[in-house]
């Protein structure tokens, strides 16, 4: 059996899993492959390939140049760029991992208390010598708004009641009882957009969410406000929030997740001052990609065995 492994750009996957013990051929692949005709050249002849979260998307127009192919692991439980019919129609089984979810509550936390307090300016006047260049903003007494109180946002709601916020939350099946177990007010989208000191977006990506933050959602809300979002890029439209952070909108953005990952050097994005930005890492930390590649080695094994587990296309 070969093995391939996608998009470990730290050249961790083969420390954190006894890969060993599958007795197979395996290659890591520790740079992206966007293009499909290099990707298909390079994925000849691998019967297995474990890819990291959407970083690599398997559409059916890939799927139908893998003919090797037969086992797809995907770490974590959900990825939205695998097409599962086309996996089916093709015989490949798909099967996905463990997931822990706190590291992202914590990236957003990071991202938040970053905007706030000025992080990246005062870190780098530090740097070059700086002292005391700009003025923070206190998060007790703001108001919080959840966009999604799910696993995610719930537990990112409970940690700015902490912080003395004032948690409000919507999304479209919410409830008032739902968000009541959390200490949450449920509010209108109106509501959520207008009264927001901090707009946190804890969302899966579907045809429902895509572009949901746009333009006018986005000139809805505060012009102080701090826009963040560590679930999905194209649930905010991503042009109009750059117009809406270069005229003044909205106050500023903290983002983990983009249309285009990794997100182009000469993006827009990244020559805005109140954009605070980091290359998708709410979940690239040790504990969770010990859990994915733990995982997928038991996939493999499973699936060795004739009886796969964690199957995403039954």
């Not at 140049?65 to 995907?74: E, F, M, N, S």
Request: aromatic fraction near 6%.
């Amino acid at each position: 059996m070969r093995i391939a492994i996608l998009d470990d750009y730290q050249n961790v996957a083969l420390e954190l899993a006894d890969w060993a013990s599958l007795n197979a051929d395996i290659q890591v692949f520790t740079e992206h492959i966007a293009d499909h005709d290099e990707l298909v050249r390079r994925l000849a002849g691998f019967d297995v390939v474990v890819a990291m979260r959407e970083r690599t998307p398997f559409p059916a127009s890939l799927l139908a140049r893998l003919p090797d192919l037969r086992l797809l692991v995907t770490t974590g439980q959900r990825n939205a760029a695998i097409d599962l019919d086309a996996a089916r129609e093709h015989d490949v089984v798909v099967c996905g991992t463990g997931y822990l979810p706190h590291p992202t509550v914590e990236l957003t936390w990071a991202l938040i208390l970053a905007a706030h307090r000025r992080l990246p300016v005062e870190l780098a006047a530090m740097r070059d010598g700086g002292w005391q260049t700009t003025l923070g903003t206190s998060l007790r007494g703001a108001t919080l708004g959840v966009l999604g109180l799910g696993r995610l946002g719930s537990q990112v709601a409970r940690v700015g009641q902490a912080f003395g916020m004032r948690t409000v939350a919507w999304s479209r099946n919410l409830t008032a009882q739902r968000a009541a177990e959390h200490d949450v007010t449920a509010v209108s989208k109106d509501e959520l957009l207008a009264t927001s000191d901090v707009l946190t977006v804890h969302l899966v990506l579907s045809d429902r969410t895509r572009g949901l933050l746009g333009a006018a959602e986005l000139a809805a809300m505060k012009d102080t406000a701090l826009l963040v979002n560590t679930s999905r890029g194209p649930i905010v439209d991503t042009a109009a929030l750059i117009d809406a952070l270069r005229g003044g909108t909205i106050g500023a953005a903290a983002l983990d997740v983009y249309d285009e990952e990794p997100l182009p050097a000469d993006h827009p994005l990244r020559t805005l001052p109140n954009a605070v930005l980091t290359p998708h890492i709410g979940f690239v930390t040790r504990d969770v990609y010990e859990v994915f590649y733990r995982d997928a080695v038991a996939d493999i094994a499973a699936f060795q065995a004739g009886a796969p587990v964690r199957v995403l296309t039954s």
